[in-house]
Nanobody
């Protein structure tokens, strides 16, 4: 059974930093491209960043480019999202998601393309 478990969320002031983690125990982590999405109250789930199965390729939403860094450690089966220079607009539940990568990495940004999801971790940025 695929299980993704996020952690690292919390309350932070604008300009601060947080590091999110997504653990994938018992999961063939290294053959899946991974992504982070977020959802603010009353809004649709939106793409934040993704990373290829090997970690060699990444993709970022324009709203976070230059502030957030996605990374992974395949030996530890863990995905990360380093979030710096946080803004109140970054507030929301942050989810990690997985999509099987069979060959070339594709920049997939649509949530319905991802087959596996974590339960989410809340990030709140105060102004």
């Amino acid at each position: 059974q695929v299980q993704l478990v996020e952690s690292g969320g919390g309350l932070v002031q604008a300009g601060g930093s947080l590091r999110l983690s997504c653990a994938a125990p018992g999961f063939t982590f290294s053959v899946y491209a991974m992504a982070w999405f977020r959802q603010a109250p009353g809004k649709e789930r939106e793409f934040v960043a993704s990373i290829s199965a090997s970690g060699s390729f990444t993709d970022y939403a324009d709203s976070v480019k230059g502030r957030f860094t996605i990374s992974r450690d395949n030996a530890k089966k863990t995905l990360y999202l380093q979030m710096d220079s946080l803004k109140p607009d970054d507030t929301g539940v942050h989810f990690c998601a997985a999509i099987r990568q069979y060959s070339t990495y594709r920049r997939v940004r649509q949530p319905d393309q991802y087959g596996y999801w974590g339960q989410g971790t809340q990030v709140t940025v105060s102004s």
